[in-house]
């Protein structure tokens, strides 16, 4: 086989390797991201329970004020969570087209590898098949063209 194609083979093969490396952190930051998220909404869920319950009876004005702003910065969190699973999701789509593309180029070099391969082979089978021909022909002539064969 040629350097070349070994080569250029080797180097398809890095790619989809980092590649997959790749696939599998932005996989990994997608389950982190959306674990956060959970989290946050189960605790913006628990903090609203909790004070329900306490809104049954009085509370204080400055209390209220502050909880009502705790609870809009919670739920900001929630939201920019969100943002953060959004674009966890678009990189992890990324960087599956990369892995894919990366495969399809090791594919096709191994392909293209084995059609020359396969090509090689058969003129080589060929070309013995040929000198196998001319030796049994000749060896036929031989005995063919022998003193004495035809009665001369």
């Not at 909404?41 to 502050?66: I, K």
Request: positive net charge; charged residues 25%; proline residues 2%.
């Amino acid at each position: 086989m040629p350097k070349a194609l070994v080569t250029l083979l080797e180097h398809a093969e890095r790619q989809r390797d980092q590649a997959l490396a790749l696939q599998r952190r932005a996989d990994e930051a997608l389950s982190m991201a959306v674990q956060q998220q959970t989290q946050l909404t189960a605790y913006r869920q628990d903090h609203q329970n909790r004070w329900s319950a306490a809104f049954s009876q009085s509370v204080a004005v400055p209390l209220l004020h502050c909880h009502h702003a705790f609870s809009g910065r919670l739920h900001d969190a929630v939201d920019l969570q969100a943002g953060q699973v959004d674009r966890a999701r678009q990189t992890l789509v990324k960087r599956q087209t990369d892995t894919l593309e990366a495969e399809r180029r090791v594919a096709a070099i191994s392909k293209l590898m084995k059609r020359r391969s396969d090509a090689i082979s058969l003129h080589q089978n060929r070309q013995e098949q040929r000198q196998s021909d001319e030796r049994s022909a000749r060896a036929a002539w031989a005995r063919n063209n022998e003193p004495g064969r035809h009665g001369w």
